[in-house]
């Protein structure tokens, strides 16, 4: 795009009713409740896994620090 194209942007606003604007926010908390959920849990199944091949790792004696 050159520096000399304008681009000209037009903006209508237009009111939501109450009721629709409340569920509107409801909707929403709902799903950011459900993406921070599946967040978490996606999270805590990876902390999980890595403890758990930590845990099983053994080593050998002759590695062990005496």
């Known amino acids: 795009m050159r ?4 681009l000209a942007v037009e903006v ?4 939501i009713p ?3 604007l409340a569920e509107r926010g409801r909707t929403l908390r709902t799903l950011l409740l459900r993406g921070a959920r599946r967040s ?3 999270h805590g199944d990876r902390n999980r896994e890595v403890a758990k091949a930590e845990e099983t790792r053994a080593l050998p004696l002759d590695m ?3």
């Open 12 to 15: 209508h606003y237009f009111p």
């Open 40 to 42: 978490i849990e996606q």
């Open 18 to 20: 109450p009721d629709e």
């Open 64 to 66: 062990v620090e005496k």
């Open 3 to 6: 520096n000399t194209d304008q």
